[in-house]
């Protein structure tokens, strides 16, 4: 990592306790688009919006992206995507999706919002020139943790409601993205920090974003926790896992990457996870996360597997 980076990681550092909110996207210069598109009828929330790459008729291979924001806020506009949607030079359509927050619904209905979107596309791909047989799942953050679900449970039936449309269609992706996702143990987070010395020790709060989106206090909950957990679905069948999280992470512990890559490793073997651990790094945010570097890194992973 260059000392440039270094310098704006330490500059753009959040605090678990006061995370930004990011901007909203400028796509004003992309012509072939379609805004707010239903993807399910239970909530005006979910919606997503698709583009489509300047040239070329298609099918296009999709990435499909879930915004971070502690299950808390955020939005398919936010300006987190922009990584994402430099895909569409690379022959990408892009999906950015919005799912029920923690204040309209708790879990699973996020991950039963993700799976609608993935069968919603896949069921429409044709409508809109994509290729249904190539969709991968990108998520940073909290999204990082639902897209770490839909590499995990596409076999899960109680992580999933049909009666959302497009049952007779199939939820699973073909590669995985995990941008410092909590994918392993929720109150795993606090003692994890605790050895570190990283971070603050706040995750196990009756109203943490983990206690919110799972509706209980995470402490007296654990069967909830572990119900949540995309390393406790691990199988042999997953998709290819790209993995990055920051060493410095201040936010989701780097352990939780690591123990969640070790456990996709065991299941399925080496050559489905790509882990990689950057010096230097912070918690999801701008400037450092819309690096040439990160977003290269994911689309060689892209073109090796999708």
């Known amino acids: 990592m260059t000392t440039q980076m270094q310098s704006q990681n330490k500059q753009q550092a959040i605090s678990p306790n006061r995370v930004g909110i990011p901007p909203k996207m400028i796509t004003n210069h992309l012509k072939r688009k379609f805004l707010d598109i239903a993807y399910a009828n239970q909530s005006p929330t979910q919606k997503l919006d698709l583009y489509l790459p300047e040239k070329g008729d298609g099918p296009f291979p999709v990435i499909c992206v879930?915004?971070?924001g502690a299950w808390m806020f955020g939005a398919k506009?936010?300006?987190?995507?922009?990584?994402?949607?430099r895909g569409l030079e690379k022959g990408?359509?892009?999906?950015c999706v919005d799912y029920r927050l923690?204040?309209?619904a708790v879990f699973p209905s996020q991950i039963f919002d993700c799976k609608a979107a993935i069968r919603f596309i896949r069921k429409n791909a044709a409508q809109y020139k994509l290729d249904g047989n190539r969709i991968a799942a990108w998520g940073a953050s909290a999204g990082a943790h639902l897209v770490s679900l839909l590499g995990t449970t596409a076999a899960v039936k109680e992580l999933e409601d049909l009666s959302m449309g497009n049952a007779d269609t199939n939820c699973a992706v073909q590669a995985v993205i995990d941008w410092c996702g909590p994918s392993d143990d929720f109150i795993q987070m606090d003692e994890q920090f605790k050895a570190s010395g990283l971070g603050v020790a706040d995750h196990s709060l009756p109203d943490s974003p983990e206690s919110r989106v799972i509706g209980k206090h995470i402490l007296t909950a654990p069967d909830l926790v572990a119900f949540a957990s995309p390393k406790n679905y691990v199988n042999k069948d997953i998709p290819p896992?790209?993995?990055?999280?920051?060493?410095?992470?201040?936010?989701?512990p780097v352990e939780q990457s690591k123990n969640f890559a070790a456990a996709l490793i065991k299941a399925a073997g080496k050559e489905k996870v790509q882990l990689e651990i950057i010096p230097g790094l912070f918690h999801h945010g701008f400037p450092s996360w819309h690096s040439l570097m990160l977003s290269d890194m994911a689309f060689n992973f892209l073109a090796k597997h999708l």
Do not use: N, T
Request: charged share 25%; proline share 3%.
């Open 66 to 68: 879930f915004h971070g």
């Open 102 to 104: 923690s204040g309209e």
């Open 77 to 85: 506009d936010d300006d987190q995507h922009e990584p994402m949607l």
């Open 92 to 95: 990408y359509a892009v999906a």
């Open 241 to 252: 896992f790209l993995i990055v999280h920051g060493e410095v992470d201040q936010v989701v």
